[in-house]
């Protein structure tokens, strides 16, 4: 769960950097098309001054005012050009925020289920030991009721309350095991388990995710990460980018996913 709200803040920070990123290049596009405008009513006003009285100084300056504008246009062109791509890019950004938000949702979901199931033998398991003690105090009681002439029928009644007593003991046994096998469960889906965090499905985009994050909150996500999936992901990452995430990470934490990390470059 932990390193899905780390993709998830990772993938925010990325998608802000995205817009900032469009908006830029919008602000140089409106400068560009002002300037275009600009220019464009200078030639209108040298076009009406050349019709009215010619002179090559007024050609040469209106024919430097149309390469000036084809220039500033074919650079408007390439602004436009990386503007819908930059939004392309947002928008696939947007997909993935909500893959893994639906992701999120799910083990939350299931965190739930597991946690009202639990809750559901406790409350079983507090009524089979109140029906257990309403035994235990039956029997006294039947026993001091009983008179000599009711002896065979307080014996069989007693040896089937002793039944009844061994099946509910038995009863208390399976679901104290299977409160105990429930809880185990969900202690380990609380600490993540280091096998869920291997491996996840999703471990190249993870990598392509950490190789563009910036490196201080990639520490700081690693440091709470299993070490054997930090150092896999560090192998994968650029040596540039491994390095940094590993200087922001904390000294001790970072130390022994190095080790990790060269047990498996040793390794065949």
């Known amino acids: 769960m ?3 709200k780390g993709v998830l803040r990772i993938k ?5 950097r995205k817009a900032r990123e469009i908006e830029e290049i919008e602000r140089q596009i409106r400068a560009l098309e002002a300037e275009i405008n600009t220019i464009e009513l200078k030639m209108d006003e040298l076009n009406q001054s050349i019709k009215a009285d010619f002179s090559f100084e007024k050609l040469i300056e209106y024919r430097t005012l149309l390469a000036k504008k084809k220039d500033l246009e074919k ?3 390439i602004l436009s050009q990386q503007r819908a791509s930059k939004r392309e890019e947002l928008k696939s950004l947007y997909k993935e925020i909500k893959a893994v938000e639906v992701v999120k949702r799910r083990l939350e979901y299931e965190f739930r289920r597991k946690e009202n199931s639990v809750e559901m033998l406790r409350s079983n398991f507090f009524y089979l030991i109140k ?4 035994f ?3 029997i006294p009681t039947l026993a001091i009721a009983q008179s000599a002439i009711q002896k065979k029928i307080k014996q069989q009644k007693e040896t089937k309350v002793e039944n009844e007593l061994k099946l509910v003991s038995k009863e208390l046994e399976e679901k104290l095991r299977k409160l105990q096998e429930q809880r185990k469960k969900l202690e380990e889906l609380r600490q993540v388990e280091p096998k869920k965090e291997e491996v996840p499905p999703d471990f190249q985009k993870l990598v392509a995710i950490f190789n563009k994050a910036d490196t201080d909150e990639a520490g700081a996500i690693m440091n709470n990460m ?3 999936l930090a150092a896999e992901i560090l192998l994968k990452l650029r040596e540039q980018q491994a390095a940094a995430i590993l200087s922001a990470m904390d000294p001790q934490k970072a130390a022994e996913v190095s080790q990790i990390m060269a047990k498996r470059k040793k390794a065949p």
């Open 75 to 77: 650079k408007l062109a």
């Open 131 to 134: 029906k257990f003690l309403v």
């Open 136 to 138: 235990l105090f039956l």
């Open 12 to 16: 925010d920070w990325e998608k802000k």
């Open 226 to 228: 299993d070490p054997n």
């Open 2 to 4: 932990r390193w899905i």
